[in-house]
């Protein structure tokens, strides 16, 4: 089964950084694309990056310059790259994958909490 398992959160000041892992199987890896979600309190979920199965990659405005995706498909892994953190980054961050089984299913691993302190 499609597992995904996030680690690499923690408490950091602004202007520091951290890097998030995401280790995924049950799946294709490499014929995926990826994607780091994150949910702030009373706020919806929403998308921060994205790296393809070519490696090409898309960022939220919010976090464009400031955040790196990247993977390593021999490793089943993705990172998220944080630097220059601001307290607006803080939130629970979430790796998903979308896999088109019967229907279009969004699987997601169970969140690691990022706080960042002014």
């Known amino acids: 089964q499609v597992q995904l398992v996030e680690s690499g959160g923690g408490l950091v000041q602004a202007g520091g950084s951290l890097r998030l892992s995401c280790a995924a199987s049950g799946f294709l890896f490499n014929s995926y694309a990826m994607n780091w979600y994150r949910q702030a309190p009373e706020k919806q979920r929403e998308l921060v990056a994205s790296?393809?199965?070519?490696?090409?990659?898309n960022y939220d405005d919010s976090v464009n310059g400031r955040f790196t995706i990247s993977r390593v498909n021999a490793r089943n892994t993705v990172y998220l790259q944080m630097n220059s953190l601001k307290p607006e980054d803080t939130a629970v961050y979430y790796c998903?994958?979308?896999?088109?089984?019967?229907?279009?299913?969004?699987?997601w691993g169970q969140g690691t909490q990022v706080t960042v302190s002014s």
């Open positions: 998903n994958v979308v896999i088109l089984l019967r229907q279009t299913t969004y699987f």
């Open positions: 790296i393809g199965s070519d490696g090409s990659t």
